[in-house]
């Protein structure tokens, strides 16, 4: 099956907050989850929703079809209430 990796608008703000190492990660992580987005843990309540911990940062992403939609990634304290406000 042939994922596309479509980002919610307001991905790109989030990603000014890594460093450049981090957004190197990222990267990778978003290769492995183009491979397999199931492989990951899903999210407790939400429908194919998947979450991924990396450095100290976590990143949500839900599966719609064939695309993966990046939806946040930022620190645990705040991405969670974030996160709900982005997939109403």
């Keep these: 099956m042939v994922w596309v990796l479509k980002a919610h608008p307001r991905f790109e703000s989030d990603l000014k907050k890594l460093s450049k190492i981090e957004k190197g990660q990222l990267e ?10 199931h492989r990951f843990k899903p999210l ?15 990143l949500i992403y ?10 946040i990634v930022d620190k645990r304290k705040r991405v969670y209430k974030e996160m709900l406000k982005r997939i109403k």
């Design 28 to 37: 990778e992580l978003l290769k492995k989850i183009k491979e397999n987005p």
């Design 62 to 71: 839900v599966l719609k079809g064939t695309t993966i939609w990046i939806i």
């Design 44 to 58: 407790k309540g939400f429908s194919e929703c998947y979450r991924v911990r990396f450095s100290n940062f976590r």
